[in-house]
């Protein structure tokens, strides 16, 4: 059975976390994503038809009308309730893929659920519940990842790691080792897809590898470039040592880019997300075109959500609109056309 715990300390934390990622600056220092880096050869004659471009896609069977995910954030909480509710109007308009912040919340107080069910508002969105990776050594199983997955009539799982995140907190759970093979006994198991993802340091190549061969459906390779999640914890830290502690991990991970281009190397048919520090339609373009299947963005949709559903729509709206102008200007009708587009270093 899972390990005991204090109630209320994980919606606590999790009411600290949304606080914090809305009224701080948590974006990684001296780090960035990569893509800026990157750049698309402009086509004056792109033979085609501005209406001709379509930035649909399909993931586990499920049809979006754009290659973006509204990452994995937040629940648990009261305010969380609002702000899921109006992604997943957002999501079920835009045709968008949806992530739930971590499910522990719900399995230790059930009452929680309320902040995490945004079934009513999104009935046909691809919905991804989401827990902590660490939890599988932890005592959770298959059977409080089904139930998980069942209660939010979600489509897959995503299981996150995040090994400094858990190191920097004072309650942190930092017994990692043996989880690749207790992934791969879920995924054998499961009747439903598993992804695996990082928090916003980056998979590196080999443990891409490690991880499709143990049989997970995707990998969300969040990178650095975006939400630092020790930037996160240095503004819960009390004790200036344990705060300076976190402080020096502000340009900790491995930028998106990199991670994308390094991971297509080692997996070039299997199902990659890219999240961290994606914040523009032409940050989904590039991704798209080094190879993502899916682009997540997490900390845009969060403040904005947090301003309303209008402030949310319209994000998504633009963020739509950009890929496709995009997408007109390289001469690419479809993303898989997109794909093939190269993109080169400099300004």
């Not at 005592?139 to 489509?155: H, I, K, P, T, W």
Request: charged share 25%.
């Amino acid at each position: 059975m899972p390990s005991a715990r204090p109630e209320d300390a994980t919606p606590s934390r999790k009411a600290e976390h949304l606080r914090i990622n809305i009224e701080r600056d948590v974006a990684g220092k001296g780090v960035g994503s990569g893509f800026d880096a990157l750049r698309f050869e402009h086509r004056a004659l792109p033979e085609i038809d501005f209406g001709e471009v379509d930035s649909a896609c399909e993931i586990f069977g499920h049809g979006l009308g754009a290659p973006l995910l509204v990452s994995c954030m937040t629940g648990g909480t009261p305010a969380a309730r609002a702000i899921n509710r109006r992604l997943a109007t957002v999501a079920q308009g835009r045709k968008l893929a949806m992530g739930l912040g971590s499910g522990r919340a719900l399995i230790e107080s059930p009452e929680s659920i309320e902040s995490f069910d945004v079934r009513a508002e999104a009935p046909d969105v691809l919905l991804f519940a989401n827990l902590g990776a660490v939890q599988l050594n932890k005592g959770y199983g298959l059977a409080q990842c089904r139930r998980l997955v069942e209660s939010l009539r979600a489509d897959a799982l995503v299981l996150h790691l995040n090994p400094l995140q858990e190191a920097l907190q004072p309650e942190g759970d930092t017994c990692f080792r043996g989880l690749l093979r207790r992934i791969g006994e879920l995924c054998a198991e499961a009747e439903f897809p598993v992804v695996v993802k990082e928090v916003g340091w980056g998979i590196a190549a080999d443990d891409v590898r490690r991880l499709f061969d143990a049989g997970v459906a995707a990998v969300d390779l969040a990178g650095a470039g975006g939400t630092s999640w020790s930037e996160v914890e240095r503004h819960r830290i009390a004790e200036p040592w344990r705060a300076g502690v976190a402080a020096a991990f502000a340009d900790w991970g491995i930028p998106t880019a990199r991670c994308l281009i390094a991971a297509r190397r080692v997996a070039p048919d299997a199902t990659l997300f890219a999240s961290g520090g994606i914040r523009t339609g032409l940050d989904v373009a590039k991704a798209v075109a080094l190879g993502a299947d899916l682009a997540g963005i997490a900390g845009p949709f969060l403040r904005a959500a947090d301003r309303g559903v209008a402030e949310a729509d319209a994000l998504a709206r633009e963020l739509i609109e950009t890929l496709r102008v995009a997408m007109f200007c390289v001469g690419a009708r479809t993303l898989g056309e997109l794909r093939e587009t190269p993109l080169r270093a400099g300004p």
